[in-house]
């Protein structure tokens, strides 16, 4: 059942093309040590508007929460400061080779210590949904509200400290499938995940790590639910990131999360993307990776392409 749509290839090749493109356009790299933080990150903090470094604030994940694609990280979303508010919008497209998902919504950063996001996530079966009898295209549909505190460190202005920025987060997960997600072994179509992220940045090797720890029952994200015939309860997921920054407004990267295994009807692997985020401006982000989410219910491999453009300020 794993049919490889034709069109997909030139979309990849698509998408890696851009990628290179940006490293060509971009300027050479760069020793970023001179961009170390005064208290307040940059002047336009005095002036209320969106203070914080290029980049400093991640993208947004599927799930809505400031980090990167597959991964929160400590970061409060938006370039406001702890004087100001910022916010962030994106439609994110994940398209491997027997779905898609469009993931959209916005977030909101007070004063650099409290995150407040909404996502919906919309999942296209395309042709594995005609194989198990749902319709070619059927679409499941869930939403996700997300809060994230920051509780110590600061990723960027404590370059003097080895202590990272910490945050902890919940993402509360609803999906409109109960009656579907019931017959394929899944306990809830609602669910909350509990997390602790640790983001450091260290300016003058122009680099960024992350390690997030994650208490969760949802199967593919919550798209197939909460729970499962195999298992049922929270298990301890590891997620992590790492990023490099070639230039002010250019970074490249990889992720890596684990999955629970709950469900009977498929073995559930673990996700990872290799990607190229780009600035042209500060208000305006693009990210384009290659993904491989592994076995999706009857479909093995699912690899292919992520892209996601925010705007914030």
């Known amino acids: 059942m794993n049919q490889v749509l034709p069109y997909r290839m030139p979309r990849l090749q698509l998408a890696l093309g851009v990628s290179l493109a940006l490293l060509a356009l971009s300027a050479p790299a760069q020793d970023l040590s001179s961009l170390e933080a005064p208290a307040e990150e940059t002047i336009d903090d005095r002036n209320g508007t969106s203070g914080k470094l290029l980049l400093t604030g991640g993208v947004t994940q599927v799930e809505g929460a400031a ?27 994940v398209d491997v080779d027997d779905y ?11 004063y650099d210590r409290v995150e407040l996001s909404v996502a919906r996530n919309e999942f296209d079966t395309e042709n594995v949904g005609a194989a198990l009898g749902l319709g070619r295209g059927f679409t499941i549909k869930q939403d996700v509200f997300g809060v994230k505190v920051k509780v110590a460190g600061d990723a ?9 920025q910490i945050a902890i987060g919940a993402q509360y997960k609803r999906n409109d499938q109960g009656a579907l997600l019931a017959a ?11 997390y602790i992220s640790a983001t450091k940045l260290f300016l003058s090797q122009s680099l960024l790590l992350n390690g997030t720890v994650r208490f969760t029952e949802a199967n593919q994200f919550g798209i197939l639910g909460f729970g499962g015939d195999k298992h049922d309860g929270y298990e ?18 990889a992720e890596y999360r684990t999955k629970p295994d709950n469900l009977n009807i498929a073995v559930e692997d673990d996700a990872f993307d ?8 500060k208000h305006v982000s693009l990210t384009v990776a290659y993904v491989d989410l592994g076995n999706i219910v009857i479909a093995d491999k699912q690899r292919g392409v992520y892209a996601s453009l925010q705007v914030g300020f």
């Open 67 to 93: 980090g990167g694609g597959l991964t929160p990280w400590a970061v409060i979303g938006g370039y406001g400061t702890r004087n100001q508010i910022g916010g962030n919008a994106y439609f994110t497209r």
């Open 100 to 110: 898609s998902l469009d993931s959209y919504g916005a977030l909101v950063g007070f």
């Open 156 to 164: 960027v202005l404590e370059q003097d400290s080895m202590l990272p």
């Open 184 to 194: 394929i072994g899944a306990k809830d179509d609602s669910g909350v995940d509990v």
């Open 236 to 253: 301890a997921q590891f997620e992590a990131s790492a990023a490099y920054l070639v230039t002010r407004n250019l970074a490249i990267g």
């Open 274 to 281: 290799v990607f190229v985020a780009w600035a042209p401006v």
